[in-house]
Structures are given as structure tokens and as C-alpha cells.
């Protein structure tokens, strides 16, 4: 949060696209095929790169609070004859904006069209790292040596006083190789043996990790992503010492989730990003997953979009 003065404090946005369509900047007022200039305060602030392509801060209003500008008509019909023709009407469909329309890849669309397009693009692009994501997946798939490593945690409530949420208490950590046969499945006790909440079955974590580690030393193990972050975090609250989990050759520690972002290939609209997919949450899902990718039928290209009957 920004603050004008002590006393109204106004939001900060880090980007044009995540603003809400009321707020707009004194030269976008200007902008207007109908100018206008702003008619209350400051209501937000962004700090992003403006049109020069240099970054500041601006100063937002709400379009919904603005006056017209002191132009008369006579002046707003002359100011249109000086625009080069054509510049208020979009390329692709033929709106009128109130904008200005936007240069892209030499053409002047407006901004729904100009969303399209880079979406298109983003897509476009999208659909060549999912063949590169295919490829990766069956790679990994064809590895004897492979041990696919989930791990789920079990934690107790918040920290009713604070809100905070607590360190897990246990952890249920499986271990499967390619064919889906089980490698490791052992539950691990995270805090001393008087602290509530650990299943019944969870064992001292010492040994287990011992054995855990020898099971997985000549291994490519593939995680979903950075999920032994909580459990290392956990052996050294409670000072277990301990051998490496995963192999020291780091080319031998693989994730999957950047993978199967790139194979789903599937674009936000609104950001134009890739959607961050769910984790599958257990190993033998995490090893379905990744049979579904290696032998997904490849995309050779983009269709373009029909109209509906």
C-alpha cells in the first residue's frame, strides 16, 4: 500500500493487466475520443513501464468520477481532422474505441483484438513446448532406474491464539519405480513423541530416513516439485542427522510440474500464462501422470477458431 497523506491510504498495482477497467490514468482521460479529466482524487497507483517504454509510478482515477474536458466541439472536430484516418478503428473487427488503437505486428487493432492476438501467440508457443514437455516425460519413463516420490503430511490446526499455521507432525512418504511396484511406504513422526496428531503407525524418523536414502541412492527420482522441503525442515528441528535423501548428482532429481504445465499447454486468458496445473498428490498418480504425457498423441498445429453455427 501507497498513501497520499497520513490519513487515505490508496492501492499499488505492478501491472496494466490487473487493473480494474475504471481505473485509468490522467492521459488516458486525455486520450479519450471524448477527452476528459479527472472529477475526484487519486484512487489507486501503478507502478509498471509506461508508453515510452520507461517505468514510473502513475497516478489512477476512476474513469466513473471524471468531467469533460474545457474542449468545445469545434475543437474535438478539428483534432479528429488532424488524426491520421483510420487510427480510431480497429483492423481486425471495425470498432470505434475511444481509444486509440494499438500497433500490433503492424496492425492497428483494438484492445480486445490486440488480447486475442497475443493470446494466439501465447498458445502458438505453448503448443511447441508440449511436444518438448512429450518428449521429456517419455525420456524419464524409459529409465529403469526410475523411483517416482511423493510425500503427504499431516499437520494439526492453527496456532489458535496467533493463526499461524503449525510445522506438520508426520509425514507419509511412498516411493514407486517405473512399473508402479513399491519401492518405500512409511509413515515419519515430525515432532517429539508426546506432541498429538501423529497417526498411529508413524515411526522415529532417524532409521526410516537411513533407509529411505539407500533406497533411492542409485535412482533418477522425479518429485512433483519441492515437497521434502517441510520434511528437511522438520529432521532439523529435531536435529537428525542424516545422509542426503535424494541423490547428490542433481541431473538425477527431476520435477514434474513444469512439465506438465508445458504439456497441458493450457493459456490463462487473462494473463496470457501458462495455468498452473493441480498436483496429482500421491506417487501412483504422479506415475499415471506421467505415462499420460509420454504417450500423449502429439499436437502438429494450432486450428483456428470457427465460428458457431
Given at each position: 500500500?501507497?498513501?497520499?497523506?497520513?490519513t487515505?491510504?490508496v492501492?499499488?498495482?505492478?501491472?496494466?493487466?490487473?487493473?480494474p477497467?475504471?481505473?485509468?490514468t490522467?492521459?488516458?482521460?486525455?486520450?479519450?475520443?471524448?477527452?476528459?479529466?479527472?472529477?475526484g482524487?487519486?484512487?489507486?497507483?501503478?507502478?509498471?513501464?509506461?508508453?515510452?517504454?520507461?517505468?514510473?509510478?502513475?497516478?489512477?482515477?476512476?474513469i466513473?468520477e471524471?468531467?469533460?474536458s474545457?474542449?468545445t466541439?469545434s475543437?474535438?472536430?478539428?483534432?479528429?481532422?488532424?488524426?491520421?484516418?483510420?487510427?480510431?478503428?480497429?483492423?481486425?473487427?471495425?470498432?470505434?474505441?475511444?481509444?486509440?488503437?494499438a500497433?500490433?505486428?503492424?496492425?492497428?487493432?483494438?484492445?480486445?483484438c490486440?488480447?486475442?492476438?497475443?493470446?494466439?501467440?501465447?498458445?502458438?508457443?505453448?503448443?511447441?513446448?508440449?511436444?518438448?514437455?512429450?518428449?521429456?516425460?517419455?525420456?524419464?519413463?524409459?529409465?529403469q532406474?526410475?523411483?517416482v516420490?511423493?510425500?503427504?503430511?499431516?499437520?494439526?490446526?492453527?496456532?489458535?491464539?496467533?493463526?499461524?499455521?503449525?510445522?506438520?507432525?508426520?509425514?507419509?512418504?511412498t516411493?514407486?519405480?517405473?512399473?508402479?511396484?513399491?519401492?518405500?511406504?512409511?509413515?515419519?513422526?515430525?515432532t517429539?513423541?508426546?506432541?498429538?496428531?501423529?497417526?498411529?503407525d508413524?515411526?522415529?524418523?532417524?532409521?526410516?530416513?537411513?533407509?529411505l536414502?539407500?533406497?533411492?541412492?542409485?535412482r533418477?527420482?522425479?518429485?512433483?516439485?519441492?515437497?521434502?522441503?517441510?520434511?528437511?525442515?522438520?529432521l532439523?528441528?529435531l536435529?537428525?542427522q542424516h545422509?542426503?535423501?535424494?541423490?547428490?548428482?542433481?541431473?538425477?532429481v527431476?520435477?514434474?510440474?513444469?512439465?506438465?504445465t508445458?504439456?497441458r499447454?493450457?493459456?490463462?486468458p487473462?494473463?496470457?500464462h501458462?495455468?498452473?496445473?493441480?498436483?496429482?498428490?500421491?506417487?501412483?498418480?504422479?506415475?499415471?501422470?506421467l505415462n499420460?504425457?509420454?504417450?500423449?498423441?502429439?499436437?502438429?498445429h494450432?486450428?483456428?477458431?470457427?465460428?458457431?453455427?
Amino acid at each position: 500500500m501507497t498513501t497520499l497523506d497520513s490519513t487515505k491510504p490508496v492501492p499499488s498495482y505492478t501491472g496494466w493487466g490487473d487493473l480494474p477497467a475504471h481505473l485509468v490514468t490522467k492521459t488516458q482521460l486525455a486520450d479519450l475520443d471524448l477527452p476528459r479529466r479527472p472529477g475526484g482524487p487519486v484512487r489507486a497507483r501503478i507502478t509498471a513501464k509506461g508508453p515510452s517504454g520507461r517505468r514510473g509510478t502513475f497516478d489512477l482515477y476512476d474513469i466513473r468520477e471524471s468531467v469533460p474536458s474545457s474542449a468545445t466541439t469545434s475543437q474535438l472536430a478539428a483534432a479528429a481532422a488532424r488524426r491520421t484516418p483510420g487510427t480510431r478503428v480497429c483492423e481486425q473487427c471495425g470498432a470505434h474505441p475511444e481509444t486509440p488503437c494499438a500497433q500490433v505486428d503492424g496492425r492497428l487493432l483494438c484492445r480486445t483484438c490486440a488480447h486475442i492476438h497475443q493470446l494466439r501467440r501465447a498458445q502458438k508457443q505453448a503448443t511447441a513446448q508440449a511436444t518438448q514437455a512429450r518428449e521429456r516425460a517419455a525420456r524419464l519413463l524409459a529409465d529403469q532406474r526410475l523411483a517416482v516420490l511423493a510425500v503427504t503430511y499431516t499437520h494439526r490446526p492453527a496456532d489458535p491464539a496467533t493463526g499461524k499455521a503449525r510445522p506438520p507432525v508426520a509425514a507419509h512418504i511412498t516411493a514407486l519405480d517405473r512399473t508402479g511396484a513399491t519401492l518405500y511406504d512409511r509413515t515419519l513422526r515430525l515432532t517429539g513423541p508426546r506432541t498429538p496428531g501423529a497417526p498411529a503407525d508413524a515411526v522415529a524418523p532417524g532409521p526410516a530416513i537411513a533407509d529411505l536414502g539407500d533406497r533411492l541412492a542409485t535412482r533418477t527420482v522425479l518429485l512433483w516439485d519441492d515437497e521434502l522441503t517441510p520434511l528437511h525442515d522438520a529432521l532439523r528441528r529435531l536435529k537428525v542427522q542424516h545422509e542426503p535423501i535424494l541423490p547428490t548428482d542433481h541431473q538425477r532429481v527431476q520435477h514434474l510440474n513444469t512439465t506438465v504445465t508445458r504439456w497441458r499447454a493450457d493459456v490463462d486468458p487473462a494473463t496470457g500464462h501458462h495455468r498452473i496445473p493441480t498436483p496429482p498428490g500421491t506417487a501412483n498418480r504422479l506415475l499415471y501422470l506421467l505415462n499420460q504425457v509420454a504417450t500423449a498423441e502429439p499436437v502438429h498445429h494450432l486450428g483456428e477458431l470457427r465460428p458457431a453455427p
